[in-house]
């Protein structure tokens, strides 16, 4: 079975781009969420969807920072503009649970804004 | 307020030592509880998980966790570390139900000596 897919794997781009994840949740889940892990706060969620629409954008950091599900089998994490402080491992993961639930996470995209 | 804490950032075992990875939670109920493993460069795989029932459970690769209410724990370990088992863990907590949020702990990183 195919699990979270993500890409890309790693990106590396200059302050001030605009970057794009990419996420395909395992099918017939209904939720879907965006994590960030640094070394320093460990793992954040950013934002999570149920059945393609929002509920949660309270861990988005600021307004550079967007999210969207356009079917239930494709979701997006745009940052633009990028800033060197985005720098991290950026996970989707996805549920047939709810937010409280089991997650199943992707492999992750691994940013480095320079 | 609702918490999660992984006291040891970092513990080294010998191979075929035995391992136990600590957990605690705060909250007011008994929440959905699981540890997750991390290896490098890769995302969280689910290792075990408790909702209900038997307080000891048991995961895959050997694992297994008990929760004990009185001391608001739920602890992982396995009888004897293999070098494979090298990696992060992390104990999440799940709160309000279903449709309530996911906490992390900080994690665990295990090394293991030959």
Same mark, same amino acid.
């Given at each position: 079975d195919a699990g979270v897919i993500q890409s890309p794997r790693h990106e590396v781009t200059e302050m001030g781009q605009e970057v794009t994840l990419r996420c395909k949740p395992i099918s017939g889940h209904d939720y879907l969420f965006w994590y960030r892990q640094t070394m320093m706060r460990g793992l954040e969620l950013l934002i999570y969807f149920n059945n393609n629409v929002p509920i949660d954008d309270s861990g988005m950091p600021e307004d550079r920072f967007s999210a969207k599900m356009?079917? +239930?089998?494709f979701s997006t &994490? $745009?940052?633009q503009p990028s @800033?060197?402080?985005?720098? +991290?491992v950026y996970f989707c993961a996805s549920s047939p649970l709810g937010p409280a639930g @089991? &997650? !199943? !996470? =992707?492999e992750g995209s691994r940013l480095t804004v320079l | 307020a609702q918490s999660v804490t992984q006291p040891d950032i970092h513990i080294t075992v010998s191979e075929g030592a035995s391992l136990e990875l600590r957990c605690n939670y705060s909250y007011g109920a008994t929440p959905y509880l699981f540890w997750y493993v991390q290896s490098p460069g890769q995302g969280l795989q689910l290792l075990l998980k408790y909702f209900s029932g038997d307080t000891l459970v048991q995961g895959i690769k050997g694992f297994e966790a008990e929760f004990k209410r009185s001391q608001s724990s739920f602890n992982l370990r396995k009888p004897s570390v293999h070098w494979s088992d090298a990696a992060e863990y992390f104990c999440a907590v799940g709160v309000g139900g279903q449709g309530g949020k996911l906490i992390f702990g900080? =994690?665990? @990183? &295990?090394?293991? $000596?030959p």
């Open positions: 356009p079917n +239930a089998s &994490l $745009k940052i @800033e060197p402080r985005d720098s +991290a @089991e &997650l !199943f !996470f =992707g | 900080q =994690g665990t @990183e &295990l090394s293991v $000596k």
